[in-house]
């Protein structure tokens, strides 16, 4: 199996429904409303989802709920072929952005990283995301959060969530903050905003990738101006088909993307929510686009080069 490079996959929404229902059972919860009768995630869109995965994350309790989820995810991805995760963490959800109790989350998800990494070679590395819908003042604990602990495993800063609440320069003083900090900067747009949202966030926050930005097809200067100053595009198909942003494969823009010189590179967002796997993105690109090996080699090299991680990390995966 090709070994790949994923830069885009949160935490908490690559958790197995299983292991979401088990936490749920063992802490006497009731969130069965969340699951359909196959025990899959169940939501009717976007802002659905987004309450589907807030409800699935408050099973997630404790530092060590958090190792054993850091676990399940890493085999998942593994098992997918993945050498390089670059990970979602949330001070939102650990530790309710205390930087005390954020400090121990991230130290018991970094030891079953490091655990999984000795075991299956697989190496994690996180990047500390605001969630927009929580608004900027929020986004301002959680980015001095991500400055305090930012160094060789917390590598990034970034933005999640509503892309239809706020605007990017609402959230220009975190960014500013962690960019201070040595961190390097991501943000989701494109995704529920058109065009001027991926403007704006290449603009006023100074990214230099964004999380999906597939919309971005909708104004062709503004692709071809992507292509020019070499920013990344986090691509997650297989999500934006399973939200209903396209009705399939076949009419989603990566293709496009890619053929017209931007730095596309291919993600699951949140896996189990959209029944995908990294390998199973790649099975799909293959039979839609006729992308083959080599095109599949070119994409992880971007990803290479476009990972926050150090040079020595780097040349581990490569
Ligand atoms: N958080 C988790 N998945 C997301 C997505 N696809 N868009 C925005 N925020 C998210
Ligand atoms: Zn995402």
Redesign the pocket.
Same mark, same amino acid.
């Given at each position: 199996m090709m070994p790949k490079i994923e830069l885009h996959l949160?935490l908490e #929404?690559a958790a197995p429904p299983a292991f979401i229902r088990g936490l749920a059972k063992e802490k006497h919860m009731d969130i069965d409303g969340i699951f359909d009768a196959r025990g899959h995630y169940r939501y009717k869109d976007?802002w659905d989802?987004?309450k589907v995965?807030e409800a699935a994350t408050s099973t997630l309790k404790s530092p060590e709920d958090y190792a054993r989820l850091t676990r399940a995810v890493l085999e998942e991805s593994a098992a997918s072929g993945v050498v390089y995760s670059e990970t979602?963490l949330s001070p939102d959800f650990c530790g309710n952005r205390d930087i005390g109790a954020w400090r121990e989350y991230l130290q018991a998800i970094r030891e079953a990283a490091d655990q999984a990494e000795r075991e299956m070679g697989i190496v994690l590395r996180g990047i500390v995301t605001s969630?927009r819908h929580f608004g900027p003042e929020k986004a301002r604990e959680t980015a001095l959060c991500a400055a305090d602990t930012a160094g060789d495993w917390i590598v990034g800063f970034g933005l999640? #969530?509503?892309?239809a609440v706020l605007a990017p320069k609402d959230f220009a003083w975190s960014f500013d903050c962690a960019r201070e900090a040595g961190l390097r900067l991501t943000a989701?747009a494109g995704?529920?905003g058109g065009p001027q949202s991926v403007r704006d966030a290449v603009n006023d926050l100074g990214v230099e990738r964004i999380?999906?930005g597939v919309r971005a097809i909708e104004d062709l200067a503004l692709v071809d101006e992507l292509a020019e100053r070499g920013i990344v595009l986090e691509v997650?198909p297989g999500?934006n088909v399973a939200?209903g942003l396209y009705p399939d494969w076949r009419s989603h823009p990566i293709g496009q993307l890619y053929d017209r010189g931007v730095k596309v590179t291919v993600s699951t967002?949140?896996p189990p929510f959209f029944h995908t796997t990294m390998a199973r993105e790649f099975e799909e690109l293959h039979r839609t686009f006729d992308w083959d090996d080599g095109v599949f080699s070119a994409l992880n090299r971007t990803a290479l080069d476009a990972a926050f991680c150090d040079a020595d990390t780097r040349a581990r995966i490569a």
């Open positions: 949160h #929404g976007f989802f987004l995965y979602f969630i999640a #969530g509503d892309e989701h995704e529920w999380g999906h997650c999500s939200l967002d949140d």
